[in-house]
């Protein structure tokens, strides 16, 4: 019996003239997904992608789990090709679905025809087969409303398909047809959450993290490029920037107002990130800060971090809560990386006093009293790339 994952589009499916691009988008995330399983034909018709194994020893488990985090997709299965054939359908039935089927209480048949040239109407189908289904499985029951099982039949171009599982897919828009965006990753909780609902509207996701050793530790590091190794999941590959921050800290301590520090770092973060969005052509910042989270998450904080910014900063999470915040980070598998106890180049100066309500123009004046210019020239220089892609 052959097998297949047939995989049906999310809210891509509404997209009118360039909906082929995004389909090619998700085709190629898809092929390079499964590379390292083994041979797959993939291909697209009628707002479903099918794919076909082409190697004998491939597990349609891992096939489905590497599958249900790539975005673009509403729901995924695994199905049997059949003949388009009633004959054919029904033996392959039987012998597909006998095990779920023996271990059910109640079922329907559910049949979908895009081929309107087959010989029998989809409730012709599904009374059809349900009675077949109700001869060999008598222990079973038909229930329309909220059957356990849903035996479902598409009968489509060149075959039919038979299957019994539906499950959900990650949702949202292929990766790459949102345009690129650079995310400022720290070893928290929230900046890997913001980085993966980002890629969930489609947008490819390099992630830059400043660095202040002796202060920050390279375990504290290795905790970062870890986590950026988990979102490679659903992020596909990520451009890695790592940004030497001590002389930039160690000079806002020296040189500005103790409530401003922290404010002040944030601005250099955003000017240091823009440098490399233009070389990178990434086209907005993304962060994970939540309004009132702490102090230099105020609205005023945040409107003297935005003074500095030329392109469009995304803060995806700034409506919630963090226990919502922690619940995306336990199904991301990010959560327990994050909580491990390294300390972060913010934590190390943080003030005592943070200025709650700063003011734009008090800030600009701190900073203007040094010239950071040239070290922020030379934390651009000395900026190291790591490239990481999807973890097996
Ligand atoms: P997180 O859990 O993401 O660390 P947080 O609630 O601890 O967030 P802050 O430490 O104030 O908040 O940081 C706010 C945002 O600034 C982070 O979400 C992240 O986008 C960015 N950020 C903070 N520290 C760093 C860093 N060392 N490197 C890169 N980005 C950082
Ligand atoms: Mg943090």
Redesign the pocket.
Known sequence: MKEIVLVKYGEMVLKGLNKKSFEDMLTKNIKRRLKSLGRFKVTSAQSTTYITPLDEDIDLDDVTNRVGKIFGISALCRACVCEKDFSDITAKSLEYLNEVLNNAKTFKVNAKRSDKAFCMKSPEICAELGGILLGKFPHLTVDVKNPEITVTVEIRDTNAYVHAENLKGAGGLPVGTSGKAML????????PV?GYMMAKRGVHISA???VSPPYTSDRALMKVEQLCEKLTDYCGGIAFFCVPFTEIQEAIKDNCPEEFFTVIM?RI?MEIAQRICEKEKCQALI???SVG??A??TMSAIACTDAVCRIPVFRPLVGMDKTEIIEIARKIDTFET?VLPYE???TVFTPRHPKVKPVLADIEKAQNSFDFEPLIQKAVENTTLKTFNYSE
Do not use: F, K, N
């Open positions: 400022l990753l720290s070893g928290g909780i929230d900046s913001a830059i993290h400043y944030r973060m962060t994970g800060e989270q702490v230099s998450q994050s972060d180049c913010c």
